[in-house]
């Protein structure tokens, strides 16, 4: 262990460029928003006033106080409901990254571990996952066992499952063979506690990796099926059904459609940014081994 | 080569028996399909009907073999909503899905092939940090924010182009360019990373060597050879991405294929034809990339000397 002079996130924020300052700012900036949304936010997201719908927001003629990106077409505070659609959709993705890292990783270290049958059934079942375009899995799902954040949640969980599984699988097999798993098995370790024990704290940094990098396609998954109208239902919103409803008024009030849009569009981007960043870092540690 | 094949097909042949039998389970999941779209007003007829055809009144097993033979009748079974053949609604929809498909796919080959080129050629100066950039952009923009800007801009502002609906050339435009903007995205960055680890070959120096025109080195001695790797992992990564994308932008633009059609289904619940659209659409998928397998072993000599080898 080196000397540890400053703590971790400092070395981190040290190690990066100014634009990558930037981006890593931004996403905490995201992230605390969504978090502190309730306070954060003017207004309750459901408020309705119906006197003051299609208010535009600050700048165009017949803008009103208080509503700073306007209103939409039931007079609800767009920039109240971004930031509320924010934290929801913010959510969604994390539940979902969890739900997938659970299902992946109990799968992976399963196949890895056990081997024969076992690896061979799982490793099939990621093959065929890979096969289908998920989208259209997504669409039934949804369709059949109805639309609930739960629903969403699970639906989620399963579209990026089968990644951590592959890279799971792949590393513990070659994990498996190292010398200090070998004397932990000839001590009488059982195979749960190899896996909890000795291979789990050495897969952190792959899951890590992995976990950036699908988190966007997750964000991208649930913002186009709630665009579809296939999300978590009305009121409550996320930035993808905003968008998707307020197509609908697309000629008359853009501001509707163009807050939520640009939102989704600085979170994917950050989420995109941040997801490379934690490739090339793992490169280069792969890469120095 | 024939071993190949027969494998290939023995595969798809087990792919397809594991969609359609997972597509039965998870039907069956949500208990009996005609209680959940109960609302939408079955008549008791209707539902004896519908319960008889799909044999929702026998045991488990017996299900799944009516499940399996809906699929084998020439019909496909009967949609809840339009009460028509299932099989009918998917063909009228085949050719506005293919046509857009193919001008996609042509769009991106067209320029997706040369800008990976370009990115690998000045992989360190300017044109080869636009074109990372601009596959950068086709990742981040998920396809309905462009798609929704787009409209925004040329159909209601500038009024240049229809707003939604097929038909005439100026409609394929937004459909196609939001498609294709994925698509490239990710051809792109195969074709650089591709064409990068080719240059980097001794062929490639002893062709320099030889003192050939730089452009047969590239395109003949490159192109040739990396165009072996892209082929091996676009079928399935550009199959994938395209009937994904085209569900969404089939929907958006009101286009009618059969991404739009399994989007209207999804919302209604229309189960048979939601099922069927799930397994044509898979296996679709399956045999492209099961044909870029094949294709990819014809196209390597090493494979294909390997592949008659065996047989022998």
Known sequence: MMAATRPAPMAFWQSLGPFHRIVVALSLALVALAVLAPWAAPFAPTDQSLMSRFKPPYGFDGAKDGFFLGTDELGRDLLSRCIWGLRLTLSLAFLGTAVGLLIGATLGLLAGVTGGWTEAAIMAAVDMQIAIPFTLVALFLLSMLGTSTLVMVLVLGIAGWEQYARIIGAETRRLMAMPFVEAARAAGATPARIAGVHLLPNLVSPIVVQMT????????LESSLSFLGLGV????ATLGAMVGVGRDYMPNAPWIVLAPSLLILSVTFVVQVLGDLARDRADVRLRRR | MIRLIFSTALRMAVSFFLIVTL??????LSGNPLDSIGAQGLTQEDRVLLTRYYGLDKGFLDQYLAFLAAFTDGQFGLSFIERRPVAQ?????????AQLLLTSIAVTLLLAIPMG????????RWPGHLVMGLAFLGYAV?????????????AYWLNWLPVVGNGTPAHFIMPT???????????????????LDVLGQDYIRTARAKGLPERVVILKHGLRNAGITILSVVGLQIAGLAASGSVVVEAIFSWPGIGDLLVGAAIRRDYPVLQFGVVVVSVAVLAISALTDLAYAWADPRLRRRAGGMSR
């Open chain 2, 177 to 195: 360019a939001v498609l294709a903007a994925g698509l490239i995205a990710a051809l792109s960055r195969f074709t650089r990373n591709a064409m």
């Open chain 1, 233 to 236: 239902q009305p009121p409550t």
């Open chain 2, 23 to 28: 597509v039965f389970l998870a039907t069956r």
């Open chain 2, 117 to 124: 080129i370009v990115a690998a050629l000045w992989r360190d």
């Open chain 1, 213 to 220: 990098l699908s988190f966007s396609n997750i964000i991208l």
């Open chain 2, 142 to 154: 998920p396809n309905f924010v462009l798609a929704t800007l787009l409209m925004l801009v040329f």
């Open chain 2, 89 to 97: 609604m998917v063909a009228e929809r085949l050719w506005p899905s």
